[in-house]
């Protein structure tokens, strides 16, 4: 049936920064929160790829940021050949819970809540057949649809759907944040599923990510979201390619500073509790843009586990025309500045520690001292992951892979930085100094490169090619865009917080990441020990 409320109530390797993705405004101002424990029956995959010697399966070097995790005999021992810990009690939930933490292993829940236990809920702005078409998709489930005060109302039917849709229409437009927020209040299952109007999940999605939330820890889960139409003119495919809403093919938990730092609202189940508790209320309605982030971040800083599974997908209706395309990525550049003012530090364009500041400057001189610079750095960073990983087999291959990789992703993440976040100021010193122009151009180009790398030759999905010209103009442009649009709401919101990096020491760095946790734990039940290292790198960019 159909019912209707008129006027309703309205990847990187960071090794001297976070070791749970956090900050200190994410763990010294969050309630304390007692892990509980995993239900009997859930099962957890070891990452295999994280292990540093398959001979005894002790040590694991992974997570996002990289850590190190040392294991128990013991706990080696309830771990079957395959990396699969089946809990069967408090040892094994034990350990399973910290294998999870430490992001070296992955959830594999076999049980969880039905599609009875959630309502769909739909904000939708003059796109009647966007609504069609999601309606479509939506069978057997309950939905309400927020008309956000379209110019010709929303209509919608439920035949054949076997589900029951509520329109709630308002009389004008409040946001798609406030929009989603009217629609929650309208909900009384245990979870909340927030799908836009431009996207349409794939059978089954429900179905793929619902176990999840037999871990009473996980307050969110999100899909995969991909291109509806990847194939197309050249912004249709860059956009299949680069879309700012798809996360990416690996499964991860999601936290500020890690390589999955949020989860766009795009599609999103969340826990009603949660969401009206411990959010404060749901989406921030103050907030037009990056009001998902925002929500992502105050979930986390609560204590609660967001987690991001590409098994389930969403297509979206990308902009598929250069205009809007990055028209709509200076409008997300806005949100910088509004996120940086809730969240400080969680949306610094750079977060690097004092050494990899140095070397990376070094290079950009071009000159001898320069180079000397950037080799005692590289030192220094080795020195110091060489003694971290000491007790590890083959701790000086494991370092030096280690060091490679810190400086790799720290210079990437200072090209990315000198061409998004600060090519205003980038351009200025180029027309000043023919060094800079001549850095910046490299600079320009190497980044380019290195991103078309991975998005389209490293890319196993089928999609049509864009072609390494054409990819590196569209990144330059999106860039550009999105930079300027960083500068406009740093004016406008007249606070430099969204462009002020955070550098410091490693030991600050360690302090950052692990404020209020204890690096080093031992647990008597089952004898599970765990040693637990920050590895040195550069934090992932948040934007």
Known sequence: MTRRTEGADTDATDPEATADGGSEEATENAPVRTPQELPDGFQVQLDLGTVVNPATRRHFLGGSP?????????????????????????????LGRRLLDAGVAHPRPMFGPDTGDVTVVIPVRDNQSGVDRLLAALVGVR????????????????????????????????????????????????????????????????????????????????????????????MARYEALC??????????????????????????????????????????????????????????????????????????????????????????????????????????????????????????????????????????IGRRLHGRVSHVPDAFSVAAKLTAQSMGF?????????????????????????RFRQVLLAVALADGLVEWVRSEMLNPDPVQRLGVARFVILKRL????????????????????ALRPVIGSVHAAERHATSGRIAERHATSGRIAERRAVVEGAAPSHS
């Open 66 to 94: 990289i850590r190190l995790l040392t294991l128990s005999p013991a706990a080696v021992d309830m771990i079957d050949t395959d990396g699969r810990l089946v809990v069967s009690g408090p040892s094994s939930a034990t």
């Open 143 to 234: 939905v309400v649809v927020v008309d956000d005060g379209s110019a010709t109302p929303v209509v919608v039917g439920d035949a054949g759907r076997g589900g029951d849709v509520e329109l709630l229409r308002l009389d004008h437009s409040v946001g798609p944040a406030a929009a989603r927020n009217h629609g929650a209040r309208r909900v009384e299952t245990d979870l909340i599923a927030f799908v836009d109007s431009d996207v349409v999940p794939e059978s089954g999605w429900l179905f793929k990510l619902l176990a999840h939330f037999s871990d009473d820890r996980v307050a969110m889960v999100a899909p995969r979201i991909v291109a509806m139409t990847p194939d197309g003119g050249p």
């Open 243 to 380: 879309s700012s809403l798809d996360m990416g093919r690996r499964e991860s938990a999601v936290a500020p500073g890690t390589r999955v730092p949020y989860v766009p609202s795009a599609a999103i189940i969340v826990r009603r509790s949660v969401f009206r508790e411990v959010s404060t209320g749901g989406f921030d309605e103050s907030l037009h843009v990056a009001e998902d982030v925002d929500l992502c971040w105050r979930i986390t800083s609560a204590g609660w586990v967001i987690r991001y599974d590409p098994i389930a997908v969403a297509a979206h209706d990308h902009r598929d025309r250069l205009g809007p395309a990055l028209r709509r990525r200076r409008f997300y550049g806005t949100g910088a500045a509004l996120l940086s003012d809730r969240h400080p530090t969680l949306a610094a364009p750079i977060v690097m520690t004092v050494p990899m500041a140095v070397a990376a400057l070094g290079v950009l001189t071009r000159s001898r001292w320069g180079l000397g610079l950037l080799v005692a750095m590289i030192a220094i």
């Open 410 to 434: 720290g210079f990437l993440q200072f090209a990315s930085a000198l061409c998004r976040h600060y090519w205003p100021l980038s351009v200025v010193l180029a027309v000043f100094s023919a």
């Open 478 to 497: 999106d860039d550009l865009a999105y930079g300027a649009g960083l500068w406009e709401g740093v004016l406008a919101a007249r606070a430099a917080g």
